[in-house]
């Protein structure tokens, strides 16, 4: 079991946050347009897999990438 963890809108994230995660939620934080003022983000993990989710719902989560073979018809 991983527990989540919570942090403050533009603050540096938890050690507990993955590092692929990091970039994601700079960018996410960069690109938000409202008012940051005690926002809020919430580490959760879903299946072993990290979600950090902003409190107005923004969701940031890991990026997988399957290796399709690209002559296969999905």
């Known amino acids: 079991m991983r527990l989540g963890t919570r942090w403050a809108f533009g603050t540096e994230p938890p050690v507990s946050v993955p ?3 990091r970039p994601r939620i ?3 934080e960069a690109a938000f347009e ?15 897999r990290p979600i950090a989710e902003l409190d ?16 296969e018809d999905w």
Do not use: M, Y
């Open 19 to 21: 590092g692929d995660l």
């Open 26 to 28: 700079a960018a996410a």
């Open 34 to 48: 409202g008012d940051p003022a005690g926002r809020h983000w919430t580490l959760t993990w879903l299946e072993g």
């Open 56 to 71: 107005d719902g923004t969701v940031v989560r890991e990026v997988i990438a399957d290796a399709l073979d690209s002559d």
